[in-house]
Nanobody, 130 residues
Framework: QVQLRESGGGLVQVGASLRLSCTASEHIFSSGANGWFRQAPEKDREFVAA????????YYSDSVKGRFTISRDNAKNTVYLQMNSLKPEDTAIYYCAAGGYYTGATYVTEVDPKYEYDYWGQGTQVTVSS
């Protein structure tokens, strides 16, 4: 049973833009923070961006800061990742995640990359051609 579904990936040229969408059932969407991750060939999965359950707080990796924007529409149970000025190094499978939680001893905000997630999508391919 697919609980998170990403869409919007594709093949684009350097400098282009794409908007990824991630739709979930209401109980999953409202279960906590949401995040976007990516995994390039032969590389580990890496954190891209996160947004708090209210949408008021966001966090980005240094590699995408200033180019990507994460947002959410709670009425549509959807999280978005607007990606501008795409580079070849952005090529990867992009995954959305929901149900953020943290088990550490020290306090961190819910958009901290240390957060883990209960639910994951199957991914959408983004390829940036030079």
């Amino acid at each position: 049973q697919v609980q998170l579904r990403e869409s919007g990936g594709g093949l684009v040229q350097v400098g282009a833009s794409l908007r990824l969408s991630c739709t979930a059932s209401e109980h999953i969407f409202s279960s906590g923070a949401n995040g976007w991750f990516r995994q390039a060939p032969e590389k580990d999965r890496e954190f891209v961006a996160a947004i708090s359950s209210s949408g008021s707080n966001t966090y980005y990796s240094d590699s995408v800061k200033g180019r990507f924007t994460i947002s959410r529409d709670n009425a549509k149970n959807t999280v978005y990742l607007q990606m501008n000025s795409l580079k070849p190094e952005d090529t990867a499978i992009y995954y959305c995640a929901a149900g953020g939680y943290y088990t550490g001893a020290t306090y961190v905000t819910e958009v901290d990359p240390k957060y883990e997630y209960d639910y994951w999508g199957q991914g959408t391919q983004v390829t940036v051609s030079s």
